[in-house]
């Protein structure tokens, strides 16, 4: 049975889409492209854009579920609105459509493709590019950071007991500290005798 995902990194210049289906467990690169924003001069335009794109994508491959990249949250405020917005239509696209979608958090992304959650935009490429036997490198990376989402979206689903996010951050031990009476215990042959 196949299963179409559509994957969407979200941006208010630029903004990438990838159809990624899979077929027997098997993932296979439909489409992956951009909506290049910058040309359109008026913000709102640009997410009315984003909307009637989303939204045609939809109507013309009918994907299963919708996955995209959460917002990174960074110092300009401005700008994460921004690209919230973008996020947001695109999610009320695939809602209209009853289409089901799950959000994921970069780092769960990079951790997924490539093993790193600190990875950069060129390895998760890369990376991509051996697991999705696709020909042409895109010319905006934007566009495979798409594809990246949707693969992780097939990977978290098709083995939902293997939480990646939880390999992100390791977990620290707890330590007590030590009283030097019990250092000297588990350790007579490193503390020197003072005789006074």
Known sequence: MEKIILGIDPGTQILGYSLLSVED??????????????KIPEFNLRIRHIFDSTLRLIDMYHPDHLAIEAPFFGKNVQSMLKLGRAQGVAIAAAMSRDIPFTEYEPATIKQTVT???????????????AIINYPDEPKYLDAT????VAYTCHQIESNPYADIR???????????KQSWSEFV???PDKVLELKV
């Open 115 to 129: 093993g790193n959650g600190n990875a950069s935009k060129e390895q998760v490429a890369s990376m991509l590019r």
């Open 166 to 176: 939880s390999q992100l951050k390791p977990k620290k031990k707890k330590t007590r």
């Open 185 to 187: 215990q588990q350790n």
């Open 25 to 38: 467990g098997k993932p296979s690169l439909m489409l992956m492209d951009v909506l290049y924003l910058k």
């Open 145 to 148: 950071d798409a594809l990246a």
